[in-house]
């Protein structure tokens, strides 16, 4: 990571840690909420990013990951188990078995093919979940009660929430930071410029991918257990193809292949769209005319100037 990539990541992580002792200041709870919101939906962005921005793989399905992490706390609630720490592991692995049934279908394409597969994928999971009428169906299913770790972290606190889910995201940015610049990192780059070279070379390249396939599906999982313990309700439309395009959108927003792109491209967004909707009941009319200027105007992402290497001089 570059020096300045790191004081940008330093600087947006001081920024969200002071959200709670501000929004108490002002007697306005709600930002917390808002801040929370932003937080869970950046760690599934840059779970996108992994594979997105440092892979070349255009997942259009990845909210179906973010679904599974959802509905795997609510269902183990929903049959009595309330402990937090298996709710974390059965939203990552079943996120992960999942990431890794699609991605051994869908890797072995490429390009529009890749899209629509993962999309279908998606699409499938959503109108599955949609049948579950023992779990709310299509009408959703309210979440009694968060997940339980004992004495440690009490979840019914939103500002316990808020930095039990940043310290997740802080997680997940060093991992990310250390994926990217190992040995494997280094493939799935290099892959994404030139896939036969690799090959060729003796890498294994369909089984980097798909670890990096499933690795992204499982941070997105966490990221799901997250949104399930916020928003205490379970419904089939987390996981619409339309939420996996606003996670896609995060993504290019913030910049690709830059890890701390996509958590500024996810508070963008979402308080764009908090903000907007509270003007008009257009207001998708004016987000979809900025996000187009902005990729338009910016195809790299809108911060990745901040954040990206200087190109180096001749």
């Given amino acids: 990571m570059t020096a300045r990539r790191r004081a940008v990541t330093l600087a ?74 298996a709710h974390f592991g059965l939203a ?25 597969i993962t999309l279908a994928f998606a699409q499938m999971i959503y109108f599955f979940c949609e049948s579950l ?19 440690l972290i009490d979840l019914d606190n939103p500002a316990t929430l808020y930095y039990f889910a940043l310290a997740w995201l802080v997680a997940a940015l060093l991992f990310g930071n250390r994926l990217v610049d190992s040995r494997f990192g280094m493939v799935i780059r290099a892959a994404k410029s030139n896939e036969r070279r690799m090959a060729a070379l003796g890498f294994p390249v369909f089984r980097y991918r798909l670890l990096a396939f499933v690795i992204s599906g499982a941070m997105c999982g966490i990221a799901g257990a997250l949104l399930a313990n916020q928003t205490e309700f379970l419904s089939p439309a987390i996981m619409h193809w339309t939420r996996s395009g606003e996670i896609m959108m995060m993504v290019i ?28 009941e257009h207001w998708q009319v004016i987000l979809g005319s900025i996000l187009v200027a902005v990729v338009l105007l910016s195809r790299p992402g809108l911060l990745r100037g901040l954040i990206a290497r200087r190109p180096a001089r001749a």
């Fill in 12 to 85: 947006t992580l001081a920024v969200l840690a002071l959200v709670p002792p501000v929004a108490g200041a002002l007697n306005q709870g709600f930002y917390v909420d808002l801040a929370t919101r932003v937080v869970i939906f950046a760690i599934a962005a840059l779970s996108l990013d992994i594979i997105l921005g440092y892979g070349g793989m255009i997942s259009f399905g990845h909210a179906a990951f973010l679904g599974i992490g959802s509905y795997a706390v609510g269902i183990s609630v929903t049959l009595g188990l309330t402990n937090g720490f």
């Fill in 133 to 151: 009428s023992q779990f709310g169906g299509d009408n959703g299913l309210a979440i009694p009660t968060h997940s339980d770790f004992g004495r």
């Fill in 92 to 116: 990552a692995g079943a996120s992960a078995v999942v990431a890794l049934v699609i991605g051994v279908v869908s890797l072995r394409t490429s390009g529009a093919t890749f899209i629509m």
């Fill in 253 to 280: 927003l913030g910049g690709r292949g830059t890890l701390i792109g996509p958590v500024i491209g996810a508070a963008i967004y979402l308080v764009l769209e908090n903000v907007l909707s509270g003007l008009t």
